[in-house]
């Protein structure tokens, strides 16, 4: 897609909680807090370029007691430990405006970091799970731990979440009606204009809505595209993991039918294989 190099675009989740009320109540969910003032809240979100260096969907400070990260997600990502440890590291650096109180004996106070992802994608999760950064570790978390909560915001999962946080439950409203509108044959442009128009009729993410309606659809249109690359993505790099490794039984010269069986791949394309790589072994 010419739109996956493009310069940033919000996703409707971030452009929705990119506000100090909303964003607010849904730390106040995730945390279970209770601020009630807005003007304590710091949003602090890295920049990044749209699915390529993109850090992270928000990050915000709370009174200076809590660094909040939350990721938006619609695949699961088990390395969600390692990438928020990244993006903390950058957070907690960029709070260190004088890098020479690093080298003084004084300690540097911060915000706790807790960190969140919030789900709704296809696949079947739980409503809640753990993801901690010691088991890429062999669960050996001696020295460096990273807890992450990772929340299935699906309408329909029972998630007590959308419960404590009424803008999280029209945001999983709104992306609930156009998976509905999909699973009955509608095109996406027409699933999403009708998710639109079912959240206005009804009152979901009120003035937002009103307000952004056009930029919404743009944003829904991209994001279930890139989905849909990604996802292509993967099974052409499954598919090229597979060839790669019937040309190495090529050249142990196992037979093609044998081959076959072991990779999935067509009798056709692993002659095309054993073809290309002869080729390639003469120049």
């Known amino acids: 897609m010419s739109d996956a190099n493009a310069q940033y675009r919000d996703s409707v989740f971030r452009s929705f909680f990119n506000e100090p009320t909303r964003l607010l109540s849904l730390c106040n969910a995730v945390l279970g807090t209770d601020y009630d003032n807005p003007d304590k809240l710091e949003i602090n979100t890295l920049e990044g370029i749209f699915f390529d260096s993109r850090k992270n969907d928000i990050s915000c400070s709370i009174d200076n007691q809590f660094l909040v990260l939350v990721e938006h997600q619609s695949s699961v990502n088990n390395n969600m430990p390692f990438r928020f440890l990244a993006s903390v590291t950058e957070l907690l650096n960029k709070l260190v405006t004088d890098k020479r109180?690093?080298?003084?004996?004084?300690?540097?106070?911060?915000?706790?970091?807790?960190?969140?992802?919030?789900?709704?994608?296809?696949?079947?999760?739980?409503?809640?799970?753990?993801?901690?950064?010691?088991?890429?570790?062999?669960?050996?978390?001696?020295?460096?731990?990273?807890?992450?909560?990772?929340?299935?915001?699906?309408?329909?999962?029972?998630?007590?979440?959308?419960?404590?946080?009424?803008?999280?439950?029209?945001?999983?409203?709104?992306?609930?009606e156009v998976k509905n509108g999909l699973a009955e044959g509608l095109s996406l442009r027409n699933a999403i204009i009708r998710a639109v128009k079912f959240c206005l009729a009804n009152g979901i993410m009120g003035d937002y809505l009103v307000e952004h309606s056009e930029e919404v659809f743009d944003m829904l249109a991209l994001e279930w595209n890139m989905d849909d690359a990604k996802q292509a993505w993967q099974e052409e790099a499954r598919e090229q993991e597979r060839e790669n490794f019937a040309t190495k039984l090529i050249r142990r010269g196992r037979p093609f039918d044998e081959i076959h069986e072991d990779t999935g791949l067509p009798l056709q394309r692993i002659q095309e294989l054993a073809q290309a790589d002869s080729a390639k072994q003469r120049i």
Request: aromatic share 12%.
């Open 101 to 176: 109180k690093l080298y003084k004996e004084q300690l540097i106070r911060f915000p706790a970091p807790k960190f969140f992802v919030l789900y709704n994608g296809n696949e079947t999760e739980p409503v809640e799970k753990i993801m901690r950064l010691s088991d890429a570790f062999g669960g050996d978390s001696s020295s460096l731990e990273l807890i992450v909560t990772a929340y299935n915001i699906n309408r329909g999962a029972n998630a007590p979440l959308l419960g404590k946080c009424p803008y999280l439950r029209d945001y999983s409203t709104l992306v609930g």
